[in-house]
């Protein structure tokens, strides 16, 4: 089946430095890629639509310049939080969508990465 | 923004028994998706019911859509410990969104 991988899994980071996590799909080409966070006993949030070769669209509220997305190959999507502050720690979780019919999987599914946890001291 | 609410927010049963629980949005989808998620943990993919699809079962679990209400439930019989863990619907609009929209989840405490 369609496996999407994150890294790293959790990360620790002092205020003030720069984090990147990747999101890779495996198995298939995603031509696009999704950003959540999910803030401790909430829901998921929409952060942000990343397409590859293409600019990210980000949702109402969040930060382009904060939180940075490169969508530079099929099977990669890198978010980069600069800057980090204590309330950007959070658990960011990634997806993947083919987009594609003919493809491994039913072209319309979603398939999400294990989730990033990152803790800012 | 989030697409609807879920009900109820926390959900606390005995082993054995079933646990049921709602799901309402606010538009029109293609599609709506119940994952599971346990804590800290990343997402389990439940089920999948498309918009022409009024039931579908899965195992223990039973999904219903009404389009009409715009409202989905799920209902897990015959839980276990195992399925304690919190519970979110998802979404797939008709609008040409392409991501998921998630409800606000609900809290299932299995008591052995």
């Known amino acids: 089946g369609a496996v999407v991988s994150q890294h790293p899994s959790w990360v620790i980071c002092k205020s003030g430095t720069s984090v990147k996590i990747e999101c890779r799909s495996l198995?298939?080409?995603?031509?696009?890629m999704f950003w959540y966070r999910q803030f401790p006993k909430q829901s998921l949030m929409l952060m942000a639509t990343s397409n590859e070769g293409s600019k990210a669209t980000y949702e109402q509220g969040v930060e382009k310049d904060k939180f940075l997305i490169n969508h530079a190959s099929l099977t990669l999507s890198t978010l980069t939080v600069t800057s980090a502050h204590p309330e950007d720690s959070s658990f960011y979780i990634c997806?993947?969508?083919?987009?594609?019919?003919?493809?491994?999987?039913?072209?319309?599914?979603?398939?999400f990465g294990p989730g990033t946890r990152l803790t800012v001291l | 923004s989030q697409q609807g609410e879920e009900d109820p927010q926390a959900l606390s049963i005995q082993e054995g028994e079933n646990a049921t629980m709602n799901c309402s949005y606010k538009?029109?989808?293609?599609?709506l998706q119940w994952y599971r998620q346990n804590s800290g943990r990343g997402l389990v993919h439940l089920i999948l019911i498309r918009s022409n699809e009024r039931e579908k079962h899965s195992g223990r679990l039973r999904v219903t859509l009404d389009t009409s209400k715009k409202s989905s439930s799920l209902l897990i019989t015959a839980s276990r410990a195992a399925d304690t863990a919190s519970y979110f619907c998802a979404t797939d609009l008709s609008t040409g969104r392409r991501a998921l929209t998630f409800g606000s989840g609900t809290r299932l405490q299995v008591q052995p």
């Open positions: 997806s993947a969508r083919e987009g594609v019919a003919g493809g491994l999987t039913s072209y319309n599914e979603q398939f």
């Open positions: 198995d298939f080409q995603a031509t696009t």
């Open positions: 538009t029109s989808i293609n599609n």
